[in-house]
DNA sequence: ATACGAACTGTTATAATATGACAAGTACCA
DNA sequence: TGGTACTTGTCATATTATAACAGTTCGTAT
């Protein structure tokens, strides 16, 4: 904690993710609701799985598999591919990460609690990624998937384009 | 053309892909779409991007580009990955092909012709693949890039899970 | 016809992303 | 305390993708 917590009523839903906000906080409450989830479900939150969220909460971008496993390098953990990766399936499959496949890269998730359906928005400039919630079954795609008896599982829903600031400095 | 051609207006709809259908004259239209295309736009339809088409129409899967490239390498063409990479931009490009992100492999375009957002079907147990259509500003994920400011250019929409065959396998 | 530039092809080499397999350590429970 | 499932770290390798450059082809303007 620092000096600039604040209580939870403030941007609670920042639902975008362009915007600054403070991360303090936002860090130790998702570490504190993988916690609590993992022990509900008795599942193993080990160190490397903790310092890989943490890392992923800290950084607030989507960070390729191998510049997790330098940090995590860093951070005292082994140094080789299968580190990152296993830490990073765990802590996708549980939903606390998000994998973006636009750019093979993951990022925290920016709504732990919530059983969701992502979707992103991916700068192409800047690379920042905003996330959204999609929902799948409606829209196009849900009909079509009915129509086909095709049954969805899982969605990936990933926009590129230009976020807000990008945008205005290209309009220079 | 083979004895099993059909008059165009049969089933002009095939919104999934799941069925099967007349691949003769599927791949015999889309090939001369896209020589239309490229000749109104001034592109060059080269051998080895032809052939790149000819292969994913043919297979009616998505194909990873080393597959392509071996593909490519038994038509005779040049045997190292760019060949394939190269082949597959250009058709990407052009909306004749389509990027699976989620399976890093490629697809040629179910709706040739038209401008348009794909969403995909993929199926876990068969890795068969149906395109439909997508409706990016709308839902969800339009509403949040209008909140946000975020303009979107491209969007990826990718669905997960079951595709019937499959799906009544499971059940029993 | 010929010279020019742009685009295309093929190659070598290498980068970036991801997984299989195994040995050693740890947690938990019977 | 012994067994079992899970976790970690490592080595090795597979898979996906791109940079750079030389030679060729294409279209066009002389």
Redesign the pocket.
């Known amino acids: 904690m620092t000096s600039t917590s604040r209580p939870d009523d403030a941007p609670s839903t920042d639902p975008v993710g362009f915007e600054s906000h403070d991360h303090a906080s936002c860090i130790a409450s998702a570490i504190a609701e993988a916690e609590a989830h993992c022990a509900r479900e008795g ?2 939150f ?4 903790r310092k890989a969220l943490e890392i992923l909460l800290r950084e607030h971008r989507a960070l ?3 510049e997790m496993l330098d940090a995590l390098r860093e951070a005292g ?7 990152a ?3 990073l399936e765990f802590l996708v499959g549980n939903g606390f990460v998000h994998k973006i496949e636009r750019l ?1 890269a993951f990022i925290a998730c920016a709504h732990p609690g919530a059983t969701h359906s992502p979707a992103f928005m991916i700068c192409r400039a800047c690379d920042s990624v905003a996330e959204a919630q999609a929902t799948p079954a409606r829209g196009a795609l849900g009909e079509a998937a009915r129509a086909a008896g095709f049954r969805i599982e899982r969605t990936v829903v990933e926009a590129e384009g230009l976020c807000p600031t990008c945008s205005d400095k290209s309009d220079t």
């Open positions: 599942l193993r080990t160190p490397v799985r390729g598999a191998y953990f082994g140094s080789q591919p299968p580190v990766y296993r830490a093979n």
